[in-house]
């Protein structure tokens, strides 16, 4: 039997006695996702296209409908190698359209193919993909003094967010407005929106901590 259950503060008790951010639920696959990968910073080009691209295959849909699609995801473009993907064409859009295992939108697909374009031309200019995301990384005077799941509910996009959509939009970017920015840079470490109290909340800030941001070159 699932003991799972909320909190009033935005917490869920799990049934092994630890506290973590109500949204996962009781669904084994975002526990994993919320406990082991969100929040936690990454330098790693590919990694970090996977997710732009993924919160843009999420627009209209929940980040859990992707989450279980993410594998035939990675399988169907080439692990989001950004230079793979970048040379894919019209017999690969055909191929991706026919694939049953992914978001089968075609301006969501042209739109990831361009994106791994546009990124390996960022990572031209600014030595590394990473180098030019994590460079708008908001300072601590624009986060809150506790983050609390009033703030996180009442927070869907940031001045950060909205900074670095307008800049991956005039790099040719498509498919980052405010808000999937926003989730994007939450799940990457860019902030830290575990509430308090959240077991792996201390956990992601000594990763934050401890992670060296990319210098652009």
């Known amino acids: 039997m699932d003991h799972d259950h909320a909190i009033s503060n935005g917490l869920l008790r799990r049934d092994d ?3 973590g951010c109500a949204w996962h639920g009781a669904e084994p696959l975002y526990r994993r996702y919320h406990d082991d990968e969100w929040g936690r ?4 080009d590919d990694r970090l296209f996977e997710k732009l ?3 843009g295959f999420q627009a209209g849909l929940s980040w859990l409908t992707i989450l279980r699609k993410r594998e035939a ?15 894919m ?5 055909e191929r991706l359209l026919a694939d049953p295992g992914i978001v089968r939108h075609r301006g969501k697909i042209v739109s990831a193919i361009n994106n791994a374009r546009r990124a390996a031309a960022l990572r031209e200019t600014h030595g590394s993909l990473a180098a030019f995301l994590w460079s708008f990384e908001p300072g601590a005077g624009e986060r809150p003094s506790a ?7 009442a927070t869907p996009a940031s001045a950060a967010s909205t900074r670095l959509s307008k800049a991956l939009k005039k790099a040719g970017f498509s498919f980052v407005g405010p808000t999937t920015v926003y ?5 990457m470490g860019f902030v830290n ?12 800030e000594a990763e934050r901590t401890g992670f060296s941001r990319p210098a652009k070159a």
Do not use: K, Y
């Open 17 to 19: 006695g630890s506290l």
């Open 41 to 44: 910073p990454s330098a790693d």
């Open 53 to 55: 691209c993924l919160e």
């Open 73 to 87: 995801f990675r399988q169907a473009f080439d692990g989001f190698s950004i230079d793979r993907v970048a040379q």
């Open 89 to 93: 064409g019209e017999t690969d859009i």
């Open 147 to 153: 983050v609390t799941a009033e703030f996180v509910r």
């Open 183 to 187: 989730a994007f840079m939450q799940s």
């Open 193 to 204: 929106d575990h509430i308090e109290g959240c077991s792996v909340r201390e956990v992601c």
